[in-house]
């Protein structure tokens, strides 16, 4: 159906933490039927604005206008209740429960008493019809994958007859299949009348899903779209960084030298065959392949974070055993993880002591005891050389948005003895006005000499910022193209399942 009336509006909005105002009376409607993206850098506000909608954030002034009435959320069962949804990236479910349970928790349809099992399982079934009918009711969600469970996470909405659903990067850790599916059910959210609230910093899904558009800039509304007809990627772009980004890439040659990280033969979990490559200092070399193909198990391996069973591997001319994480780092190999929340970051410690942690050894006094000036100036340095959003170095990491958190898990590995750094999906969840900062740095350690070996499943990131290319497929290296022959039909046509192999993933 056509968009209608301002179903949700933000009605002069602000949220202060402290000193540290998230929110500057930000004003927009959202109309009913309609797909509006909330755009904005890290650190703009949106995941500050989505939690007041979700009633985890009690604004500081201002409110939210919900179908004509004037609301005031002071728990997100509140805002449940009143039909408003949020889908974050870390989904709110429970591994170990049912489907069916995880839909209904909180509500499960019960008779005498007891849970009505039969009823419980119909009501889910009726729901998932909407969204995927494959899943059965019955099923652990800890055998789903996230594409699935995302599934369940907007069936769970609609069982409590949510009319406003909002979308926290929903793509972000989703394969092509998936995606194209999460659209053509939000599509159908649309079409029913709902009011979707969608957060990306993918701007190929915004023109390619949404029908209007709001941009923040520092806690502040810069401006909305009531349509993106005629609105062009480098309008939005300018709105949300406050300047001009002509090539967020930038890629230039740079002089290469001797091979920092020789591989021969490797094996190992998630390997279905030997791997050989190689990485000359000042190159970066990008990785690309579907889900499955093996790419972050090569990394795993290669840390050490994921036990070699076979090859050979030298870094800077020494042969390296790398028997654990902590041999990797003795030996200047560096990691940034694909799962941030749950293998990059210390979440009870502050961004000091995220940023310190992996070269404070290093820089302690003979006793042991920690250089607190060096701490502190180190900390200080990344957070400006990286331009991470936070009140100060002693702000809890868990505190910011996932973006900087990102960007502190990039930091930390800056201040120690560096020859090889291992980025698995580096700029996931990054906007572009961040991801060209993180580009430079990389471009910065590559004229230093550090060799550089890049996972992404973003391939025009891949083509963007690679001096080489090499294509994983089933756990295995299926070709390697140079920068002036990588183009996204021949590294799609390496990357993609021969039709002797199957379908599948």
Request: glycine share 10%.
């Amino acid at each position: 159906m056509p968009p209608t009336e301002l179903h949700l509006r933000f009605q002069g909005v602000s949220k202060a933490f402290g000193a540290v105002r998230a929110l500057e009376d930000v004003t927009f409607g959202v109309r009913a039927g309609s797909v509006h993206a909330l755009l904005g850098e890290n650190g703009a506000g949106k995941s500050t604005l989505l939690k007041v909608l979700s009633g985890a954030h009690v604004p500081s002034h201002g409110a939210l206008v919900l179908g004509g009435a004037q609301r005031s959320f002071a728990s997100p069962a509140e805002a449940f209740a009143a039909g408003i949804a949020v889908i974050y990236q870390e989904l709110q479910l429970v591994p170990e429960m049912t489907v069916a349970e995880n839909v209904f928790l909180g509500h499960m349809p019960a008779r005498f008493g007891l849970i009505d099992r039969a009823e419980l399982h119909r009501q889910a079934r009726t729901l998932l019809e909407r969204v995927a009918p494959e899943i059965e009711p019955a099923r652990r969600v800890a055998s789903l994958s996230l594409g699935e469970r995302q599934m369940v996470e907007i069936a769970k909405a609609l069982s409590r007859g949510a009319r406003v659903i909002a979308f926290d990067e929903p793509t972000s850790s989703l394969s092509a299949r998936e995606t194209d599916r999460l659209f053509t059910v939000i599509r159908a959210l649309r079409d029913d009348g709902c009011c979707v609230l969608y957060v990306t910093h993918r701007l190929d899904e915004v023109f390619a899903l949404c029908d209007a558009a709001t941009v923040l800039r520092d806690g502040r509304h810069v401006k909305s779209h009531a349509s993106l007809a005629g609105v062009s990627r480098d309008e939005i772009v300018r709105a949300m960084v406050g300047r001009e980004l002509t090539d967020v890439y930038a890629w230039s040659a740079r002089p290469r030298g001797a091979l920092v990280l020789e591989v021969e033969g490797l094996a190992g979990p998630g390997l279905a065959a030997p791997i050989t490559l190689a990485v000359a200092r000042g190159e970066i070399v990008g990785v690309f392949g579907l889900v499955g193909a093996g790419r972050t198990e090569l990394l795993r391996v290669l840390f050490g974070a994921a036990r070699r069973t076979a090859g050979r591997v030298r870094v800077a001319g020494r042969e390296l055993d790398v028997r654990s994480p902590r041999d990797a780092i003795a030996a200047g190999v560096a990691l940034c993880p694909e799962d941030r929340r749950k293998e990059g970051i210390f979440p009870l410690l502050s961004v000091l002591e995220n940023l310190n942690v992996s070269a404070r050894h290093v820089h302690a006094r003979s006793c042991g005891v920690l250089d607190g000036r060096w701490e502190r100036e180190n900390a200080r340095a990344q957070t400006e050389r990286l331009a991470i959003k936070a009140a100060s170095p002693a702000q809890p990491i868990a505190t910011l948005s996932g973006g900087n958190q990102q960007k502190v898990v990039f930091g930390r590995w800056l201040a120690g003895t560096l020859e090889v750094l291992l980025l698995d999906e580096p700029t996931r969840g990054v906007d572009v006005g961040a991801r060209s900062e993180i580009y430079a740095i990389l471009y910065e350690l590559a004229r230093r000499g550090v060799g550089v070996l890049l996972v992404s499943s973003d391939l025009p990131e891949v083509l963007g910022v690679s001096d080489r290319v090499l294509v994983m497929r089933r756990g295995a290296l299926s070709g390697e193209l140079a920068r002036a022959e990588a183009t996204q039909e021949r590294v799609l046509e390496l990357a993609l399942p021969r039709a002797a192999e199957g379908a599948g993933r």
